[in-house]
């Protein structure tokens, strides 16, 4: 397991390990043997990936912004699907939801109190004052890209549009936690923050995740963690950031006809946003968004 300095490093760079991630591998085992939870190697990507993984967002992008242009009062969360399939599909994507765990359609719609996870329907219609998330996931050469935006349809309430708003924020906030050596934790927490700050609260049980080779890789990431714990974010690890952020309680279930859809217990609506993120040497990039 043990490289030379003088060898080519485990990234693939074709630097010689010493120029390239023995530092990064020393700063790692110091911290994994003072009881912090590190990243393991295989979810550091390399340049190569990352590249990847950004021709995919590239896709995943396209895809919403195209949503954005199209969605409107009147449509059903099943065309919404459709767009998704066709332009996902005519740019050289898979949707990556396709056939996921039986996940049957290229997109998640969910709508008003529905949290995450909304499988689309000819029988749901958007209608004026509803809030939707529309999550897309895009798999091109094998890597793995995912976000997902809210979107307003007509005149919404005062009180649907704050959620989106401050639902918005709290990703923002989340993100400006994010740096090589911070933990996933102080992320979390200023996420989880913000939004109770603004009489909210964050879905426990349902987080983001490490993303790049597959859809859901390690670390898992949740929102009710505190600053100082979780994950120690290093140089290459990307993941998303995507709270559900519920206008009442945190509580939630999973439509048992389905076994997927999930809603908010006290029926109230809940917004999410979600950004796939890499940590840099100096900060981190939005891939998508
Ligand atoms: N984009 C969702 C996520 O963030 C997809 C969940 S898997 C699905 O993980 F099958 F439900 F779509
Ligand atoms: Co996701």
């Not at 102080?186 to 490490?210: F, K, L, P, S, W």
């Not at 217990?265 to 990039?285: F, H, I, R």
Request: glycine letters at 10%; charged letters at 25%.
């Amino acid at each position: 397991m043990k490289i030379g300095r003088n060898e080519p490093c485990w990234c693939g760079s074709g630097k010689k390990y010493k120029m390239c991630h023995q530092k990064f591998d020393e700063k790692i085992e110091q911290l994994k043997s003072r009881g912090y939870k590190v990243p393991p190697r295989n979810i550091i990507k390399t340049e190569e990936q990352i590249e990847g993984m950004k021709k995919s967002a590239a896709i995943n992008i396209a895809v919403l912004d195209h949503v954005t242009d199209c969605i409107k009062e009147g449509m059903t969360t099943e065309e919404i699907d459709q767009i998704v399939y066709e332009k996902t599909t005519a740019m050289g994507g898979i949707p990556a939801t396709l056939n996921y765990q039986g996940f049957p359609k290229s997109v998640c719609t969910s709508i008003n109190e529905q949290v995450c996870h909304g499988i689309p329907s000819e029988a749901d219609i958007l209608k004026e004052g509803d809030i939707v998330n529309v999550d897309c996931s895009t798999i091109l050469n094998g890597y793995f890209s995912d976000s997902s935006r809210m979107f307003c349809i007509g005149e919404i309430s005062e009180e649907k549009r704050r959620l989106v708003n401050i639902t918005r924020e709290c990703v923002k906030k989340g993100l400006e936690q994010v740096k090589p050596w911070g933990f996933l934790g102080d992320m979390g927490q200023a996420v989880h923050d913000y939004a109770y700050a603004n009489g909210y609260t964050v879905v426990r049980e349902i987080g983001g995740h490490g993303i790049g080779l597959e859809f859901h890789e390690e670390p898992w990431v949740g929102y009710n963690s505190e600053a100082g714990t979780e994950m120690v974010m290093a140089p290459g690890m990307t993941f998303t950031i995507e709270p559900m952020v519920n206008m009442g309680k945190a509580e939630i279930y999973v439509d048992d006809k389905n076994d997927w859809t999930v809603y908010t217990q006290d029926g109230k609506p809940s917004a999410q946003w979600e950004v796939m993120v890499l940590v840099t040497e100096d900060g981190y990039e939005i891939l998508s968004y």
